[in-house]
């Protein structure tokens, strides 16, 4: 790798070599990452990574609820998709949807006492998981640096969206 800040190397088209490999790496790695916390969390826990982020979402939400299009926005997910996956987890008593008393257009999501029971059951075996796997994996410099890179990228990405 070069020396070279961002705006430099922007006049580049295509990446090198180099920079495909480092890519490929990174893309594979956080694949594989992701797969085996989804695998654990599924396995410990019975909930799936959308489950959690609900539930996470709504367990930090004043009064335990939330607007579904606040709700989807949040975790950044499609209108629909929030929709048909909140059906799966009202029928497991997870959570529940209300009318909105303030806006007859819309409903709330509600963190039921199952599902509140639920996220606190998977938070320390899905916490645990992300220490093994990724925090326990890199030196406190490495850790920092994660954290720089990951600031890095969203910050492109939030400059490309707008």
Same mark, same amino acid.
């Given at each position: 790798m070069t020396e070279d800040t961002p705006r430099q190397r922007r006049g580049?088209?295509?990446?090198?070599?180099?920079?495909?490999?480092?890519?490929?790496?990174?893309? !594979?790695?956080?694949?594989?990452?992701?797969? !085996?916390?989804?695998?654990?969390?599924?396995t410990e826990t019975s909930l799936s990574p959308g489950d959690y982020a609900v539930l996470l979402a709504l367990s930090e939400a004043k009064d335990r609820r939330m607007r579904s299009s606040e709700l989807a926005a949040g975790i950044g997910w499609e209108r629909s998709r929030l929709s048909h996956h909140l059906a799966r987890m009202e029928k497991r008593g997870l959570i529940h949807r209300e009318e909105c008393a303030t806006d007859n257009r819309g409903a709330e999501v509600v963190l039921t006492p199952g599902g509140a029971e639920s996220f606190r059951g998977a938070t320390v075996p899905h916490l645990r998981a992300v220490r093994e796997l990724f925090v326990d994996a890199l030196t406190p410099a490495q850790l920092a640096a994660a954290g720089d890179l990951a600031a890095a990228l969203r910050a492109q990405l939030t400059a490309t969206e707008g």
């Open positions: 580049r088209q295509l990446p090198t070599a180099d920079e495909l490999r480092i890519w490929r790496d990174f893309i !594979e790695t956080a694949d594989a990452l992701r797969s !085996e916390l989804t695998s654990r969390l599924q």
